[in-house]
């Protein structure tokens, strides 16, 4: 049995396609066959079943794959251990909401480049849905997005932070001021919100919907910081995270109002995959999101 081909196995499985490891690993198609067919002739036993165009593990491959986890794990940390040098260097891979890499992901970047000069990051953006399959294809290092709490036995989570979801408008709003908004009284406002069907505006269009009302919004995009920018310009609201917009509240740039009878949060959350290995680059990114620094 040869570390490389656990690699490739725990990379199948992963990915649930033959073809898509090879292409992550930089292995032909073949060279990924010919590994799996030894390990299995080692082992004596079936590793994976094809299910139309997926390859899915069997009940030998499921328990080979805790083991061949542990062990590339253990191996991974030996290398480190042994061959770490104090200037980190390696990739980082990074997956993450577009309000997130406005608003959390400069400061962080920043400190990398100031201090981790030679790794080389590279940011992804998509919503929690896309972010997660990306994880599960080891596509990417880490995951970085805002949503209700989410977990599996195969993710590890190394953050989750309660954040305030608020309407928000130009301050010259007629709102503005007022106490104990109610929703309804928003309605014949123009709204500017973020694409259906995506974290906290699909919370915003539950809520209307239990209440046999629907919101047409005057524009949808998915980049937070132009919506930003158009309620600035004119006097739409919009619902959005409060730390997407808390710097401009605080300028007078915009106002939150005081909405009183829908209130709800979304969990800041760091995630990276259970059967990947740790490196020096990501506890370093984990570190400085904990801290939220600015």
């Given at each position: 049995m040869?570390?490389?081909?656990?690699?490739t196995f725990v990379t199948i499985a992963q990915s649930e396609s033959f073809s898509r490891a090879a292409e992550l690993l930089g292995y032909s198609q073949s060279a990924v066959t010919v590994q799996i067919r030894l390990l299995e002739a080692e082992m004596n036993v079936r590793l994976f079943d094809r299910m139309g165009k997926k390859t899915v593990l069997t009940a030998q491959g499921r328990q080979l794959l805790e083991y061949a986890n542990l062990i590339l794990r253990e191996v991974n940390q030996a290398k480190a251990a042994v061959s770490r040098e104090e200037e980190l260097h390696g990739p980082l891979h990074v997956g993450t909401l577009e309000s997130l890499c406005f608003s959390?992901?400069?400061?962080i970047l920043a400190y990398f480049r100031e201090h981790f000069p030679r790794v080389p990051i590279k940011v992804t953006t998509g919503s929690p849905k896309e972010l997660i399959g990306m994880m599960e294809r080891n596509q990417l290092d880490l995951i970085y997005f805002l949503d209700r709490p989410r977990s599996s036995s195969s993710w590890n989570k190394e953050l989750e932070v309660r954040e305030p979801i608020v309407f928000v408008s130009s301050p010259d709003s007629r709102l503005v001021g007022?106490?104990?908004?109610?929703?309804?009284e928003l309605l014949e406002e123009p709204?500017?919100?973020t694409e259906k069907n995506e974290n906290y505006r699909r919370e915003l269009d539950q809520f209307l919907e239990s209440k046999g009302r629907e919101l047409t919004p005057v524009l949808e995009n998915s980049n937070t910081e132009f919506?930003?920018?158009m309620i600035e310009r004119s006097r739409g609201i919009s619902y959005l995270p409060y730390f997407a917009v808390k710097?401009?509240?605080?300028?007078?740039?915009?106002?939150?109002?005081d909405v009183t009878?829908?209130?709800r949060a979304m969990f800041r959350q760091?995630?990276?995959?259970?059967?990947k290995w740790k490196t020096p680059e990501m506890e370093q990114f984990i570190r400085l999101a904990a801290m939220d620094i600015r």
């Open positions: 040869e570390f490389r081909q656990l690699q959390k992901l400069p400061p007022r106490k104990g908004l109610e929703v309804e709204f500017f919100l919506i930003i920018r710097d401009r509240v605080k300028e007078g740039r915009l106002a939150v109002l009878d829908f209130k760091l995630l990276y995959h259970r059967s």
